[in-house]
């Protein structure tokens, strides 16, 4: 079974600018999560779609931060403007259901440095 | 917020148990606890969660005391492969990340 995929794995940016991630579910699972782990901390929940709808972003800094999954398969996150304190690597799970005795699995992540 | 409360690093002899311990004080009748963890550069893996009883898995054996205020995660026969940063998770609704306990297994 193919598991998470994410692209790219490691991406260096100046902030200000604009940076895309992308996240291919493992096949069938319904709900997909985008978290952010900063360095020397737990991964922190940014979005949990289910499907192609939004269930929770209440962490997702909308300002700068937006998300979406059409079509209930793949899922960007993009980050406009990027500031400093976004460095960090970006790991995108996915579960067959959305609650949590559902196994979440994890991508390898992408880690974003911004200058 | 995290609900759990960890020791910050542990060591383990190779091929000994590994008994990671996890306070949660709080837990309410719903909340399952969860255990994954972190290989370094990976994503989180998940081991092992449990309600009241105590479960055992390919991975790992949790250990959920009657009160359901502690519980311990332990690694039968460690490797170095294990050497990971563990989380204990309790929640209903979803997965929380804390700092998690780091394990170093030393050869």
């Not at chain 1, 993009?78 to 996915?94: F, G, H, N, R, T």
């Amino acid at each position: 079974e193919a598991g998470v995929a994410q692209s790219p794995r490691y991406k260096i940016i100046e902030k200000r600018q604009s940076v895309a991630f992308w996240c291919n579910p493992i096949s069938g699972h319904a709900t997909l999560y985008w978290y952010q782990q900063i360095l020397g901390q737990g991964p922190k929940l940014l979005i949990q779609f289910q499907n192609n709808g939004v269930v929770d972003d209440s962490q997702l800094p909308k300002d700068r931060f937006s998300a979406e999954r059409l079509k209930g398969v793949d899922s960007t996150l993009k980050i406009q403007p990027a500031k400093l304190e976004d460095s960090a690597v970006y790991l995108c799970a996915s579960s067959w259901g959305k609650g949590p005795y559902n196994e979440q699995f994890f991508g390898p992540g992408t880690r974003l440095t911004v200058l | 917020d995290a609900k759990t409360t960890q020791p910050t690093s542990m060591d383990c002899a190779e091929g000994r148990a590994a008994n990671l311990p996890c306070n949660h004080s709080t837990i309410s009748g719903n909340e399952y606890v969860y255990w994954y963890r972190q290989i370094h550069s990976q994503g989180p893996q998940y081991i092992i969660h449990g309600l009241k009883n105590n479960e055992t898995n390919e991975m790992a054996s949790l250990i959920i005391t009657e009160d359901r205020k502690s519980s311990t995660l332990i690694l039968p026969h460690a490797t170095l492969r294990d050497t990971a940063v563990y989380y204990c998770i309790v929640r209903e609704d979803k997965i929380i990340f804390g700092k998690g306990t780091r394990l170093h297994i030393l050869p």
